[in-house]
């Protein structure tokens, strides 16, 4: 089983719709989840952190189920700019805090 | 504020060749990643050091892959021979090292450099 898991996508929408990302992960122990951005032949680059509690930022809404340890990001209203590769990241407490991104979920909006 | 560097920012070189990748880190950031990104798939990480230590390396191909970090600030990542399946993104990372509570923790967010894109042929 692989330490994080995503969506294959790709997810292909139209403008103005709403999308939702999933990721699990292996490691019981992780402390610290994100998830980071990456356009087309672009670096990643880190989108929001994911906390117990929820968080929002815009039309980004992020979740986190440690019971089910699983992940989930919410985009609303989507816009074209928002046609990217969503990767989920997992960090670990301990040692050197392991880092280890999932495969990815592409996203295409469409007009 | 100067972001990661990383050079070359392609590379194409013949199986069995070798070849070196340079990193120099948000100056400040004592940890430094180097992931390999295959076309398609996420980043994979390769190694991790924690200012010139190293404190994962579990999925380096260590038969031909070495990093280092002298002085704990640049790294270089070196291929002895290349595969036709090295052919990838090198992105290197840093990100900084805080002290709170009595305890060491990393700073979440990762910075990326901008990759070197290697084809072996």
């Known amino acids: 089983r692989k330490e994080v898991e995503q969506d294959p996508g790709p997810f292909n929408v139209p403008e103005g719709a709403t999308v939702a990302f999933n990721c699990t992960y292996s490691?019981?122990?992780?402390?610290?989840f994100f998830w980071y951005r990456q356009d087309c032949r672009k670096e990643p680059k880190l989108l929001m952190s994911v906390y117990s509690s929820g968080n929002e930022d815009g039309r980004f809404t992020a979740q986190l189920n440690r019971a089910s340890q699983y992940i989930s990001l919410l985009i609303r209203d989507s816009k074209l700019s928002d046609s990217a590769t969503y990767l989920c990241v997992v960090k670990g407490n301990t040692g050197g805090f392991k880092t280890i991104f999932g495969a990815g979920t592409r996203l295409f909006v469409k007009a | 504020e100067a972001g990661v560097a990383q050079s070359p920012r392609y590379k194409i070189i013949e199986k069995r060749q070798s070849v070196a990748f340079w990193c120099n880190p948000i100056?400040?950031?004592?940890?430094l990643y180097w992931y390999q990104q295959i076309l398609g798939q996420g980043p994979k990480l390769l190694i991790q050091f924690q200012n010139n230590g190293v404190v994962d390396d579990s999925q380096l191909p260590k038969d031909r892959f070495s990093a280092e970090r002298l002085k704990g600030v640049d790294s270089t990542l070196k291929i002895q021979p290349a595969k036709l399946e090295d052919s990838a993104v090198y992105l290197c990372a840093s990100s900084l090292i805080t002290k709170g509570r009595g305890r060491l923790t990393t700073n979440e967010k990762l910075f990326f450099g901008s990759g070197t894109q290697l084809s072996v042929l």
């Open positions: 490691n019981s122990a992780s402390q610290s």
């Open positions: 100056s400040g950031h004592a940890t």
